[in-house]
């Protein structure tokens, strides 16, 4: 199969290029829904999901997926994603590679977010990413999941 923008060769089971990033499936497919624009934290009413439960706290927001409106603390120095089921947080979908991302807490009390080699990438804000220093509000895909990070400083 080849890329549909590039043209590189890819993968039969490949949802995005691993050199351009280009989705390459339809785009009214439900792997691709658009995810609304989050808003800041001192615009997300009071007891919705889709901001930070606990000022503070680093944490990810998944939106979309199974787990949609779930939240998950990075607590850790490195919190690993993927579709291993050993991994603190599990992503279980076939467009997840086994050890997906590293998110990594900084001395400084930034956290950055790493690809591991992905087959399909790791995106932040809709371009795809090595590695990235993460800031409130950003949308994080993995896979078919999105999900929005929220820093411990917001």
Known sequence: MNCRRCGEIL???????????????????EATIAMPVVSTL?????????GPRVRGVDELVIVTGPQS????????????????????????????????AVFTKT???????????SLNG????????????LHSADEVQVGKYKMVFWGANS
């Open 11 to 29: 993968n039969a089971n490949a949802n995005f290029c691993w050199s351009c990033g280009a989705p390459q499936h339809e785009t009214t497919s």
């Open 42 to 50: 001192n615009e997300v009413a009071p007891g919705t999901d889709k």
């Open 69 to 100: 409106v779930e939240h998950f603390a990075l607590d850790q120095v490195e919190t690993i994603v993927g579709r291993d089921e050993h991994l603190p947080l599990v992503l279980d979908d076939v467009s997840v590679s086994r050890r997906h």
């Open 107 to 117: 001395a400084s009390g930034r956290v950055t977010l790493r690809d591991l080699n």
């Open 122 to 133: 790791t995106y932040v804000n809709g371009a795809r990413v090595d590695e990235v220093v």
